[in-house]
Nanobody
């Protein structure tokens, strides 16, 4: 069992930055890939980024490549999403997920990110 709690969302102007954090509980944290997903109003939840258990490998959806960076600290059981050059289309609820390879097993409650134009 892994419990996840996101924080760091908020309102930011286009071009600005935010850093999302995800605090994980559970002894098995370091065994999971960790991911960030987002869901905009009226749209399906979509994949944003994923990081392997070791932290060496990362994957991003094309729309955020070069702007977002996912990282993790296994000692602190934390996952982060640094978001730069934010655009209004990045507005969504962002969710942290513990994943078995590419399948989410556990979800956080989400944190709202709003980017104004």
């Amino acid at each position: 069992q892994v419990q996840l709690v996101e924080s760091g969302g908020g309102l930011v102007q286009a071009g600005g930055s935010l850093r999302l954090s995800c605090a994980a509980s559970g002894r098995t944290f370091s065994r999971y890939s960790m991911g960030w997903f987002r869901q905009a109003p009226g749209k399906e939840r979509e994949f944003v980024a994923r990081i392997t258990p070791s932290g060496i490998g990362t994957t991003y959806t094309s729309s955020v490549k070069g702007r977002f960076t996912i990282s993790r600290d296994n000692a602190k059981t934390m996952v982060y999403l640094q978001m730069n050059s934010l655009k209004p289309e990045d507005t969504a609820v962002y969710y942290c997920a513990a994943m078995t390879v590419t399948t989410p097993d556990y979800w956080g409650q989400g944190t709202q990110v709003t980017v104004s134009s």
